[in-house]
């Protein structure tokens, strides 16, 4: 790939990535809170290019929240804050009925209407789309989108799927060229952990191996693709990434004694961890993770060593240095919106990752790696961001 000349302009990026699935689960109580943050947030940084990746659209029962997910994609166009943004794409997989394809991913772009050159990528054609004036509209696919070529999406194949039943897991790409410059942005949601219990018993987990094969294969997905080429991409979702399980337990449990408690059905099963005065410090159970200082401890510097999916990947995908706590499993109450809940041991699930390419075609000194919604209530998940500088070219990257 050839590099591109610049000519001294620069677009302002805006990277987001969030679990949705608890707005639709509460809607009455969640939907427009975390909207009014994420507006906030826009009008803050006004930035030319607003890429919105969002994952479990529509909860887990989408066809008793439909409804809510129109609801939300309107007052999120229709907003005052967005009134500058002339040119919309969105791709809502709604699709509940087809477990081959289903993946409640939603994927939106919004462009500002002071972006001078924009082009959106065919891959059915395998080109550029040609008409600008078609592009720079509003444009929303959502119900079955399967057919819509200027998206590629996939959904894991089965036999990925750890538990065997195949649930919403997959990708969906888009590609721009934004006045000159030439990105890839993916959408992507990864497997999560079962049982606290397993995840703890080694690393990497059963879990972590899954979704580590899960990325293998979406990155070598596009690097074959010689149809459509290769260009510097983000790689922004729910990764699902979770902390090394087995060393977070060992470093909380030192000079504490294990207690397990096992249930006739083997559901309930639990370990108890104890001081010497007999007083329990951590709890860990399949869907129990709880410690004594369980609101402070993990938002602690001490974590993020145990922070380590990404490890074999890091000569193809890069990330900036993390500025923010965990941002998973949080609280789904608006009274409690800092706290995380005793079911996972917190985590950096939600993720901007970028291949090493990328840092060929952005201003590297001029960047963010935050968090939305730090004092409100988000959902369980809360959302990472990044603003980003990239200079505009003359000519594009040449597409290989």
Partial sequence: MEAAQEDGLSTELLLVTANVGSLFEDPERLLQLWLHEFLAKVSHLQPRFLALHLQEVGGKTYEKSMEYVQEFIKCLCDDPEMGAYTCMHIFMDEDFKSAEHFTALGSLYFVHQDVASLKLWNFLTHSWEESLSDIKDKHIYSGNIETIATKEKSKFPQHFFPECKWSRKGFMRTRWEINGTVIDLVNIHLFHDASNLAACENFPSVYCKTRRRALVHTIERFHLDEQNGTVPFFLFGDFNF?????????????????????????????????????NNVLTVGKKEFSHADHQLKFKEDWLKKFDRELEPLKDVLVEYPIQFIPSYPFEEDPEMPTDYMSTRCPAWCDRILMSPQVHEIIRSDEWTYGMIGEGVCMGDHKAPLTPLVVPSCRRAWRIW
């Avoid at 337990?249 to 099963?269: G, P």
């Fill in 242 to 278: 979770r902390c090394d399980t087995e060393g977070v337990v060992k470093e909380l449990t030192q000079n504490l004694t294990a207690h397990r408690v096992q249930n006739t059905k083997n559901e309930n099963d639990k370990i108890h961890y104890r001081n010497s005065t007999g």
